[in-house]
């Protein structure tokens, strides 16, 4: 199906099933708009600044002209320079609320960066014509939909959020059923002290982290003896640096891993980035319950490809 640009400007989300092909293809499109919205968004933000600074200068010049000016001296001029002033200033003000609008249309880039890698790599396990379905959300992680309680933390007043926004199952060329998923956590917290001058203070921070999960789905007589693996599934598992093992389920017919890393992730990282890897990340997740399948199989004699190689 096309691509519904009025409904993802309203909503801010993607959602189709459809085959790799169409789903890379669809992620194009939208880094090639987002690219656009970023430009204008940056065009209308230089426009707005020059148009800041001369309200400035005018206002500073303009207060010159009055402490200087004796009381004898026509005012007609001055009324005229006020006006300008304030001509300028709204412009000023609209051009802002122009730069405004763009940017609440800016989206994660490294949301759709990370689906566009993964596609990338798993398409060679994955039929041309197979549907896949794949789910995005781009708004903000403290949208007010994503608010899932609030408390307290001593004496801090607490906001939690959870952001469920990827979700991707495939059925991949063995006959397994794939599915990846990632969420955002955040908790705002703040905190309002009175100082010894009677005044308000508040202070803020926040925490959070980033979840992952990898799901392998497969036949039970396929793999007899999957269910008595959770100790050879632990032993298995291979992360990258910085990122943490946080749940590991094995039963009779499927695998289940999910791991925590640092909300400062990347999906195509640089020599420079320090940031865990988001994409490395998810394969290596894939390959090691993949892992996990082909000890299953070895009394069979039968061993699995590897999936998803990095």
Known sequence: MPFDINRFHAEKR???TAPVSELMGDLGFLAR??????????????????????SVGLFVVLLIIVFGRSGEEDSGGLEKGWAVWGLTLVLAVGLHLRANKYS?????NRRYDLLS??????RRDIEPDEPVTLALDFRAVDHADKLTG??????WTTNDFEDPWMSLQA???????????MEEWLQKRSRTKVNARGKHKTKRKQKSATFLQAQLRVKPERHPELASMQDAARKAVRLPPKVLLSKLDVSEDRLSLRARMESDWVAVPTDSASSPDATRTCLMMLLSLYQVLNHSNARQGKKLPARASS
């Open 150 to 155: 609030k408390g307290r933390a001593g004496r």
């Open 117 to 122: 890698q993964l596609l990338l790599r798993l």
């Open 33 to 54: 708009f987002d690219t656009e919205i970023e430009a204008l968004r940056n065009k209308w933000r230089g426009r707005a600044s020059v148009a800041t600074w001369c």
């Open 104 to 108: 609440r249309q800016d989206l994660e």
């Open 171 to 181: 059925r991949l060329r063995d006959g397994t059923h794939l599915k990846l998923s």
């Open 14 to 16: 993607y959602l189709n």
